[in-house]
């Protein structure tokens, strides 16, 4: 397998070469990283967005968007379909890496996690990334400083100027449609935490409405994992049975039904005090090859369209 950081840097090159065309706003730290500006300081837009979603998936996945609807308003949602769902989701989409110094507090996500390989996944899915060059995808609403990059940098085992930083906070444009890309990263990640082999899932689809955008962080975090644990859909194919499918989707969970936004202040707004287990798509299909096909959770419009405040 191809180094995922050297794909991710591909797909670098073109989003610098369309900053403009994108809306990014691109600068380089004394240390020599590279932050490109999705969303915090700019507006950024959905083929950002898009874009962001390629590069946390190192490209291995297709994404697009398509109209739907929720509660009968249109709106946009995000599709992602991969053949590669261990590497694609869990050594590189995954939001895995808590950036925690200092004043800075920020959520890496991207192949720059499979420099480091520390986490579960990296050891479930047998994979380890080694290359010159790494891309990690920060969400925060701040830009990064030396500081940061530099603690990334040294972590991943790079160079600073060899260190790419796209950035952008939840409460953006590209935040809203990064985020509804994950819905069969999180399908996948849940079956891996019950103990199935993430590399018996053969191939992934998901796809979640984009959250209206509030630059309330607050606001849009809950907004955003709304769109997922409520809107959210994956098909998965897989090439053993289990037990544990029906554990898999966001209605298993005994917060279901509660809005983020309680789930959030409970824990103080504190991310990682959150249980994992809640973070999950609404619905699920997942078809055994040459075996059944099991069909678990349930969608929520209702709850969707009073969290984006649709009128």
């Known amino acids: 397998m191809e180094s995922i950081n050297r794909s991710a840097i591909e797909l670098l090159d073109e989003a610098l070469d369309f900053a403009d065309e994108l809306g990014l706003n691109v600068t380089e730290l004394g240390c020599g990283s590279t932050i490109l500006d999705f969303g915090v300081d700019v507006d950024g837009g959905i083929e950002a967005g898009l874009m962001l979603a390629d590069i946390q998936t ?3 996945a297709t994404v697009y968007t398509q109209m739907d609807r929720v509660a009968d308003a249109p709106i946009p949602y995000v599709e992602l379909t991969t053949d590669h769902p261990g ?9 895995g890496w808590e950036l925690d110094l200092g004043d800075f507090d920020g959520l890496g996500s991207g192949p720059a996690r499979a420099l480091v390989g520390d986490e579960a996944e990296f050891g479930r899915v047998g994979y380890y990334d080694e290359f010159d060059f790494a891309v990690l995808t920060v969400e925060s609403d701040e830009l990064p400083g030396n500081e940061i990059a530099e603690y990334i940098a040294k972590t991943a085992g790079v160079d600073p ?35 199935y082999p993430p590399t018996e899932i053969r191939t992934a689809t998901g796809r979640a409405p984009v959250a209206p955008v509030s630059h309330n962080e607050s606001l849009a975090m809950a907004r955003t994992n709304d769109a997922l644990a409520y ?16 554990e898999v989707p966001s209605t298993a969970r005994e917060e279901y039904g509660t809005p983020f936004e309680e789930i959030f202040e ?23 090859v040459d075996g059944d096909t099991y069909v678990v959770g349930e969608t929520d419009e209702e709850l969707l369209a009073e969290s984006f405040g649709l009128r």
Request: aromatic share 10%; proline share 5%.
């Open 266 to 288: 409970e824990a103080d707004w504190d991310f990682y005090e959150v249980p994992e287990s809640v973070f999950a798509p609404a619905k699920v299909t997942i078809d055994v």
């Open 161 to 195: 100027p060899s260190l790419f930083l796209p950035t952008y906070a939840a409460g953006s444009t590209a935040g809203s449609v990064s985020m509804a890309a994950r819905a069969a990263e999180l399908a996948a990640f849940r079956l891996s935490e019950l103990g």
């Open 87 to 95: 590497i694609a989701l869990l050594c590189s989409q995954k939001a």
């Open 58 to 60: 190192a490209g291995m």
């Open 231 to 246: 809107g959210g859909e994956v098909y998965l194919q897989v090439g053993e049975e289990s037990t544990v499918f029906d």
